[in-house]
């Protein structure tokens, strides 16, 4: 009998083993469920804004910064065109900055900036970023640059420290973001200026290459008022323009011949060519180069004249000599 009761013991702990088990299973795997699944969204909340994080770096402050940066020239051309040259490169710089930023030149609005600066468009970013992935950003710029490495852009850096929170992580990075602007479809700040405005020239690039020079290209280049490279040339650049700076730039000079019928030319014993013509003193007993004429060209354009070095250039001949007089 003692060996029966014990085994009926035996059976009731067995059972109230086998509940605990039951109760522990039942208390514990709902718990566990919960938190893979909570993990799961965790890293689904940190993939997501991660995304975000790599799309402001790549995308949204670059597109924002070419934008603004090309309002930034609209408006700078327009400033120079009312007020001339700025007195040299670091001041063009300078205003460039600002303008980009607060939309201010000496505390003066400009142009087109009015809720279009570079500041407005990070602080939509960052009301956009709030709203859609719900983290809080900071965005701080420290610095901007304008330069030019090639003849037919600008490139813009803009120096930028980000911050970037959630309930889950946090971002903080220094990045420095870099975009390029055309400069065709520009006005030439530099007609503008010499011509108080009157004379407005669109930058537009020439399809002609360096040794497909003809006369007949020539004529079309001055009617279309466009614009060419030369990689020994001495033009200057887009930006020079903006200060008045006419020496030639090793890397980036762009140059137009200037369309003597246009209201605003006078007729000049100087080269049309667009730097020289406004910069060159007129002295044709003793002139700074030899000034030639083509008849061809004559005929369509009276008064236009070629210093020889872009005679060469332009693969011309010339039918006279017109300074220094011969004889």
């Avoid at 007609?191 to 006369?215: A, H, P």
């Avoid at 003193?281 to 060209?297: F, G, H, Q, S």
Wanted: hydrophobic content about 35%.
């Amino acid at each position: 009998m003692a060996v029966k009761q014990l085994g009926k013991k035996g059976m009731f702990l067995t059972f109230i083993a086998i509940s605990l088990i039951a109760a522990l299973i039942v208390i514990f795997t709902p718990s566990d469920i919960n938190l893979s699944k909570n993990l799961q969204a965790t890293k689904t909340r940190v993939s997501n804004v991660n995304e975000y994080v790599s799309d402001l770096e790549s995308v949204y402050l670059e597109r924002t910064l070419q934008a603004t940066g090309r309002k930034t020239l609209i408006s700078l051309i327009g400033h120079v065109k009312d007020n001339g040259f700025f007195d040299n490169a670091v001041k063009f710089e300078n205003a460039f900055s600002d303008v980009l930023l607060t939309g201010k030149y000496n505390g003066n609005n400009i142009g087109v900036m009015d809720e279009n600066t570079y500041n407005d468009w990070l602080n939509q970013i960052v009301i956009t970023a709030k709203s859609t992935f719900n983290v809080d950003t900071t965005l701080t710029v420290n610095s901007i640059e304008i330069d030019q490495t090639r003849p037919w852009f600008v490139d813009v850096e803009a120096d930028i420290t980000f911050l970037v929170s959630s309930e889950t992580a946090s971002w903080n990075k220094n990045v420095l973001i870099e975009t390029e602007i055309s400069v065709e479809n520009f006005d030439d700040p530099y007609y503008l200026v010499n011509t108080e405005g009157s004379y407005i020239n669109k930058i537009t690039k020439s399809d002609t290459k360096f040794d497909q020079w003809d006369v007949d290209k020539v004529i079309d280049f001055i009617g279309n008022g466009d614009y060419t490279h030369f990689e020994d040339g001495q033009a200057p650049s887009f930006l020079m323009r903006f200060y008045n700076d006419i020496s030639a730039s090793s890397c980036c000079g762009i140059e137009s011949l200037v369309n003597p019928n246009n209201p605003s030319i006078s007729n000049k014993d100087v080269s049309y060519v667009d730097y020289l013509y406004w910069s060159s003193v007129e002295n044709c007993a003793n002139p700074p180069y030899t000034l030639l004429r083509v008849d061809k060209i004559h005929t369509e354009f009276p008064n236009f004249k070629f210093d020889l070095n872009h005679l060469a250039k332009y693969k011309l001949s010339a039918d006279e000599q017109i300074c220094p007089p011969p004889g």
